[in-house]
């Protein structure tokens, strides 16, 4: 892969096939995907009250099984990519969906923090093959103009996934025991693996794993070629920047309207509606970049022009703090969380669009570290900003990240990175 960017080149032969049914198929499986991803990573959250007191953790070690699962977590995504160009959506992501459900139903034999830690570090390792192996099932089935849709359609499985959580996982435990808990979630993924083998054949745009300009590149010369290049490096700064807000509307919004906004634990409930508009934000935003592109604007154009429309909207993140009740404050959240997430379906289909196919996961799970790091500084800051000051400088904070992002990323609305 060369270090410089030129016009998009027309569509390959074999992105003039028309696309399959199936694809639709596919899709569905990689929303639930992203529904288990999420249900699997939050049951030790949801149940951590009586996990910690059964086997005896706590809080520090809770803490650091947390970090011990973001830590292998952030590692995977560097790594996952290149197993996913080599082997393919279809058994990339039955290794990885098999490895985290598996992983998630051990979880049930922890007895002390140390084992506890290393089954999640485990279930860390396989869920972000996950979100490599999605873009890349989406590049191999969907033609251009839908791959921001469907983006948009499984990236949003993992809101619906948080929100679902506790209405599995609760009444599991609290029928059986915590430990079956993790076993039932994790025995979800392998029946999931049933359809997706007997679906997932014949990719319409799938490209062949090795061809013969490529058959004498070695491992060190691809990685070299995908870390020299400089959009790798400004799409990953992108993601540090941008999904640290999503990662803060996510973990801190609750604790904000609770501390700040007076909020009991059920009137948190109202979160949902933050949950509702991002699902609707994912899905808008492809199905706008998709419009424009029908109509005859470049993809990589199509999606950065949704992309500027969303970093215009996340800055009005101050007024949550600003605003006279928490019901406005809500309602504001509920924008910015709607703009980011039309921003990161279009952020990740640009990837698809401009990144070569053989490289594509490789280097889309190079970037994809990006959010996982951006979220560790982001609770890093936050909480400091939070324990010396207030929740308010947080919120101005949150307004400059989309801005800085677009601004970095929007040499490339008329680029491809050439293989």
Not at 5 to 16: V, Y
Not at 172 to 191: E, K, L
Not at 251 to 273: A, C, N, T
Request: aromatic share 12%; with cysteine.
């Amino acid at each position: 892969m060369h270090d410089n960017l030129s016009p998009a080149p027309d569509l390959p032969a074999h992105e003039l096939k028309a696309p399959s049914r199936t694809r639709w198929l596919i899709l569905g499986l990689l929303f639930i995907a992203a529904v288990l991803n999420y249900i699997d990573r939050n049951v030790l959250a949801i149940l951590a009250p009586t996990i910690q007191k059964d086997i005896g953790l706590d809080d520090t070690q809770y803490s650091r099984i947390l970090s011990a699962f973001l830590a292998t977590y952030t590692i995977a995504y560097f790594f996952s990519g290149r197993i996913v160009d080599k082997l393919g959506s279809r058994l990339s992501m039955t290794l990885f969906i098999g490895w985290w459900s598996l992983s998630n139903a051990l979880t049930a034999l922890a007895r002390g923090p140390l084992s506890m830690g290393f089954y999640r570090s485990l279930l860390g390792l396989g869920e972000a093959g996950g979100w490599t192996a999605s873009p890349k099932a989406i590049q191999e089935w969907f033609p251009v103009s839908e791959r921001g849709m469907g983006v948009g359609i499984y990236a949003m499985g993992g809101t619906v996934g948080a929100m679902v959580a506790p209405l599995v996982v609760i009444p599991i435990a609290a029928a059986t025991s915590w430990r079956w808990a993790f076993v039932v979630t994790g025995a979800v993924g392998f029946v999931w693996l049933i359809p997706w083998l007997f679906l997932n054949r014949n990719a319409t745009y799938a490209e062949p794993a090795v061809v013969p300009s490529e058959a004498k590149e070695s491992e060190w010369e691809l990685w070299s070629s995908v870390l020299k290049q400089p959009a790798v490096w400004r799409f990953m700064l992108a993601r540090l920047l941008t999904d640290s807000v999503w990662y803060f509307y996510l973990f801190w919004m609750p604790k904000y309207l609770h501390d700040d906004r007076g909020l009991s634990q059920e009137q948190l409930k109202i979160m949902w509606v933050v949950f509702l508009m991002a699902d609707i934000g994912f899905v808008l935003g492809g199905f706008l970049s998709g419009k424009l592109i029908e109509r005859g604007t470049a993809a990589p154009a199509a999606r950065l022009w949704i992309m500027l429309a969303s970093a215009a909207l996340v800055p009005l993140s101050p007024l949550v703090a600003l605003a006279p009740s928490w019901q406005l404050a809500i309602a504001v959240g509920s924008i910015v969380a709607l703009a980011h997430c039309a921003w990161m379906s279009n952020l990740t289909a640009l990837v698809v669009d401009i990144i070569p196919s053989r490289v594509m996961a490789t280097t889309f799970g190079v970037i994809a570290a990006g959010s996982a790091v951006g979220g560790m500084l982001m609770n890093e800051v936050v909480s400091g900003t939070v324990e010396s000051h207030s929740y308010t400088p947080t919120f101005f904070l949150m307004a400059l990240m989309h801005p800085l992002a677009i601004a970095l990323l929007w040499r490339y609305r008329h680029s491809a990175v050439q293989a």
